[in-house]
Nanobody
């Protein structure tokens, strides 16, 4: 089992930036990918970005592409989500999640087919207009 802890959320004005962190502990060698997901009040959880832990390939939903950047530091078992030019519609609880399969295995539909092995507790991001 992998334990995940997110941090870095907060309140920011539209156009601002935040950097989320996800720290993994436990059996960290068992996951092949980590994804960031978010859930706004009254809405379903949705995928935002994902990264393959071995080759570092990155994947983004179109609504965050060129604004968000996902990265990893395998030596520290950390994954980051740099969020720039934030919009009020980015307001949500953000979660990181591990997957035993690489993102490439889902042929582009990773956000619909994600097979989570672990979830963090989430961190709140609020963007004011």
């Amino acid at each position: 089992q992998v334990q995940l802890v997110e941090s870095g959320g907060g309140l920011v004005q539209a156009g601002g930036s935040l950097r989320l962190s996800c720290e993994a502990s436990g059996f960290t060698k068992r996951y092949r990918a980590i994804g960031w997901f978010r859930q706004a009040p009254g809405q379903l959880r949705e995928g935002v970005a994902a990264i393959d832990s071995r080759d570092g390939s990155t994947y983004y939903r179109d609504f965050v592409e060129e604004r968000f950047t996902i990265s990893r530091d395998n030596s520290k078992n950390m994954v980051y989500l740099q969020m720039d030019n934030l919009k009020p519609e980015d307001t949500a609880v953000y979660y990181c999640s591990t997957n035993a399969h690489p993102v490439s295995a889902y042929r582009g539909r990773w956000y619909e087919m994600w097979q989570a092995t672990s979830w963090g507790q989430g961190t709140q991001v609020t963007v004011s207009s």
